[in-house]
């Protein structure tokens, strides 16, 4: 499959799946015997490429109004996995604004701990 059709067709789902923990059609948070998954997991577990990953991350972050209606803890934790899963700690353009915006939500501990962030 061609890296950009992946990477529409990823950024089309992440989005789907927010919309729908966003709208309380899916908890955010999946309960299992002994542990927590978030909403996006599986898809993101399924990227192989980090670079798509990364790529995905950008996107995201540049095009933030397209996630403008998502609950922002749902927007926080899909920013998370795809950073962990894009395995790199080359910060994005506009993560430090982010950061910055939700600095009193627990998810921007693990992020500015992932990105050495003070």
């Not at 790529?55 to 609950?71: A, H, P, S």
Request: with cysteine; net charge negative; aromatic share 8%.
């Amino acid at each position: 499959m061609d890296q950009d059709i992946e990477i529409d067709c990823l950024l089309h789902t992440l989005h789907t799946i927010a919309n729908q923990v966003s709208e309380g059609r899916k908890s955010l948070y999946e309960h299992n015997e002994c542990f927590s998954t978030v909403a996006f997991d599986r898809v993101i577990q399924g990227i192989k490429d980090p670079c798509v990953s990364y790529e995905l991350l950008k996107l995201i972050i540049n095009n933030c109004r397209f996630f403008k209606e998502v609950q922002r803890t749902a927007f926080l934790e899909l920013l998370y996995g795809l950073m962990i899963s894009s395995n790199t700690t080359e910060i994005p353009d506009g993560m430090e604004e982010i950061i910055k915006e939700n600095s009193s939500n627990t998810i921007i501990v693990s992020i500015k701990k992932w990105y050495r962030i003070q």
